[in-house]
């Protein structure tokens, strides 16, 4: 097996580097942005969702918070998609307090259900998940 640059088909991913007993698949660019993104809305989130009042405004941070949700809102879907889906992993790298609110991002900005905007049965499906996660 040689450094050989190949792609493969199931997981749209294409392998950079390969040796005796590993593939290092890369991701498309896309999809590596997406974490690279996710990374940068979880330490805002983080930092907003768990500085102290007496060294942030409560006012300031639900001012960033609203801009930050105003933006997301905006985003392409499937990048959107992409962020969603990015969250979870995301939070692995975190502990405690701060990895439950990096799990939490996507349910707390209502992202699944700006994904689902156009279909009213989806909405109706996460609005009950909502209700009794909440």
């Known amino acids: ?7 493969s088909e199931d997981q749209g991913a294409e392998v950079v580097q390969e040796d005796e007993s590993h593939q290092y698949p890369r991701e498309g660019s896309q ?4 974490m ?10 983080v930092f ?32 959107l ?6 969250f979870p992993v995301i939070a692995e790298e975190y502990s405690g307090e701060a990895q439950e609110v990096v799990r939490n991002i996507a349910h707390g900005f209502y992202l699944e259900e700006a994904l689902a905007a156009d279909d009213p049965e989806r ?12």
């Open 48 to 79: 907003l969702e768990l500085t102290g009042e007496d060294e942030l405004d409560p006012d300031t941070a639900v001012k960033m918070t609203e801009a930050l949700a105003g933006q997301l809102e905006e985003l392409d879907k499937g990048f």
């Open 1 to 7: 097996m040689g450094g050989s640059n190949t792609c």
């Open 123 to 134: 909405l109706a499906e996460l609005e009950a998940l909502r209700d009794a996660r909440d």
């Open 31 to 34: 999809a590596m942005i997406a």
């Open 36 to 45: 690279q993104v996710a990374s940068i809305i979880a330490e805002y989130v």
């Open 81 to 86: 998609r992409e962020l969603v889906d990015a």
